[in-house]
């Protein structure tokens, strides 16, 4: 669903940038308070997997296809806060590396793609928990859940901004409707890849997904042959000494092999927006405006100059992860050192004021 430049008008597109400034400066003061030294080194690795999955289109209806958000999968992994920065990067790095999505329209996307994916997503998560009993199945099921919803309720969004906006004069019932439509379809395709992502890495580190803290099963430990629960107060060493080394790892290799691999295979078919907007004539203006990196070696998700399409798209995806596994991180990095240096500045104002 990246909007490309050219279907909002220009002072819709700087509202939604000045919102999603906004909503970014928000989510680095949240971040801060959800990520803590086992998380923060994964916030990176949760935005290379989102963008390796969101090379990976698969068919929806004739002719459509359909790929991950993103939004869902990382609030639910990371935190809410964190996850608006995770997709915000992805977002950034296809923007500037590959030629998706306007530059322009950068704010219409984290607005649409980023924000309202995982506001919606992260809300009915959370309501679900309340009324479900407490275990990791209803975890998984709360995540399907929330990002089913979180796809036609960004679909909605973006035809929100065009209603006010659109740089074309079709009508806006026709547009929600083909919108929603498609991507209801769409968002099962994300709630499935979302369950099944978070349901394995609660098979294996409950502990490290934020939106299963406080569901972590008991330690069990064998006794005479037999497993028996260990004290509560064991539990938490047992989350506190295990490692994410072997986690991340596993992690990137899977963004690897699914962007250098995987998405040689995807799906060929224009995604739901691109559909939408070439069968309802939104895009009637895109091809006046040229995208900033047009002549980028990496346009299309390509390598210039490498004739093998499945090698030249393969070697594309593998940069691709690489540069937001090192842009994310180093963000995260960053919020994580200053959540750490507070505390010391605080206790210095208090030391000097006495």
Not at 149 to 154: G, I, K, N, Y
């Amino acid at each position: 669903m990246h909007v490309p430049d050219g279907f909002i008008n220009a002072p819709v597109s700087v509202a939604a940038g000045v919102a999603a400034a906004a909503a970014v400066a928000v989510s680095l003061r949240g971040a801060r308070r959800e990520l803590d030294e086992r998380t923060a080194p994964l916030a990176g690795l949760v935005a290379a997997f989102v963008f390796a999955v969101q090379m990976l289109n698969f068919p929806v209806a004739a002719g459509t296809s359909g790929h991950l958000l993103g939004g869902a999968l990382a609030a639910i992994l990371v935190g809410p806060c964190t996850g608006v920065l995770c997709v915000s990067v992805v977002l950034l790095m296809q923007g500037i590396l590959f030629a998706d999505g306007g530059l322009t329209a950068l704010g219409v996307n984290i607005t649409v793609m980023g924000v309202v994916t995982v506001v919606v997503a992260y809300a009915l998560f959370r309501g679900l928990l309340k009324v479900l009993p407490g275990t990791r199945r209803s975890v998984t099921v709360a995540a399907f859940a929330g990002a089913l919803l979180s796809v036609p309720a960004s679909a909605a969004a973006f035809t929100l901004l065009y209603a006010v906006g659109g740089t074309t004069d079709v009508p806006v019932g026709k547009v929600l409707t083909a919108m929603v439509g498609v991507h209801v379809l769409i968002g099962l395709g994300e709630a499935a890849i979302t369950a099944a992502t978070v349901g394995a890495v609660i098979a294996v580190r409950p502990d490290l997904v934020h939106g299963a803290r406080g569901l972590t099963a008991p330690l069990q430990l064998r006794v005479g042959g037999e497993l028996v629960d260990a004290p509560a107060a064991a539990a938490p060493e047992r989350a506190a000494a295990g490692s994410t080394k072997k986690v991340w790892a596993a992690g990137l290799v899977t963004a690897l092999v699914l962007a250098g691999v995987v998405s040689s295979f995807a799906s060929g078919s224009p995604d739901g927006l691109e559909k939408v907007a070439a069968d309802q004539g939104i895009d009637a203006k895109a091809d006046e405006y040229e995208h900033a990196t047009a002549g980028s070696p990496l346009a299309d998700y390509g390598i210039k100059d490498v004739e093998n399409e499945r090698l030249s798209v393969g070697l594309a995806g593998v940069i691709g992860v690489g540069a937001t596994v090192a842009a994310g991180s180093g963000v995260f990095w960053v919020v994580r050192r200053r959540r750490t240096d507070e505390p010391t500045a605080a206790s210095t104002a208090s030391s000097t004021a006495v």
